[in-house]
């Protein structure tokens, strides 16, 4: 196989995820809608937090809505990224993923080209947000929003993994929307999305640790940190290393050999 062949392949996958996305508008408007309305209404009832190293000076109260920005930017990554891999079980159940598979390309390709369709998909809503929030007092550092890039790329690439392999495990489309709430909600409550973690660790120390694991959490720290033009690295070292194990997995339940996918007739 040549390069042109792998552009094309990625083209394509791109390009079929763009035109959905734009084929469904309702989708557009229901993924700002969601993170609007904890901007709007929350950001009103709880009007400050104590901030933290990121945002000087160290320990100061600081808006709410500016606080849990980057948990809502998180949210609509975490949500686009589940949608995606929703068309995934659905071209499963059509049988368009057959042809899909088939393909001589390598299958880790196959999906990392529906990663980054899906990635780039979630980074423009992002963006939008960013613009909307920004009339409600989120005001970055304007070279916030460039060195915030990578990091919206690299944890849109770690929760659209574990979309891919949330989609080899489920069997019928009605159960995936069971399934993307049993993992979602839990994802974000149980993260620094709302509220400080040393709040969290006063409260309750288990659920603290609890916290700690959650890859959504240091997803939501890599993307505060990078938007007030900070480098988390811990952050930065959880989501690249559940980047690579949901990578992993993903391709594995894809593996007609020895995946998910072969137990129910090749992808269909």
């Known amino acids: 196989m040549k390069a042109v062949h792998y552009y094309r392949c990625m083209r394509g996958i791109v390009w079929r ?3 959905r996305f734009l084929n469904q508008r309702g989708r557009f408007l229901a993924a700002l809608v969601r993170p609007l309305v904890w901007l709007l209404i929350f950001a009103t009832g709880f009007r400050f937090v104590l901030g933290v190293s990121i945002i000087p000076p160290y320990q100061t109260y600081i808006p709410y809505q500016v606080y849990i920005a980057p948990g809502l930017i998180g949210m609509i990554i975490m949500f686009q990224g589940m949608q995606s891999s929703l068309s995934m079980v659905w071209d499963r159940e059509t049988g368009s993923m057959r042809t899909l598979l088939v393909s001589p390309l390598p299958r880790w390709y196959l999906l990392a080209s529906k990663l980054i369709a899906a990635v780039i998909v979630s980074v423009l809503q992002a963006y939008v947000f960013l613009g909307i929030a920004y009339f409600w007092g989120v005001h970055p550092p304007r070279l916030g929003y460039l060195t915030v890039l990578p990091a919206l790329i690299l944890a849109g690439m770690m929760l659209s993994a574990l979309g891919l392999f949330l ?6 489309l009605e159960n995936f929307a ?8 839990p994802m974000f ?6 509220y400080p973690l040393w709040t969290v660790q006063q409260a309750n120390e288990r659920l603290y640790q609890i916290c700690m694991a959650n890859p959504f959490t240091h997803a939501v720290e890599l993307i505060r940190f990078a938007l007030y033009e900070k480098f988390n690295l811990e952050a930065f070292a959880v989501v690249a290393g559940s980047l ?3 990578m992993v997995l993903a391709v594995m339940g894809y593996d007609p050999g020895r995946g998910l996918i072969a137990r129910r007739g090749g992808g269909e």
């Open 17 to 19: 995820e763009a035109l």
């Open 167 to 172: 989609s080899s495990v489920i069997r019928q």
């Open 178 to 185: 069971g399934v993307m709430n049993f993992v979602i909600f």
């Open 189 to 194: 409550f149980a993260s620094s999305a709302l």
């Open 244 to 246: 690579i194990v949901f």
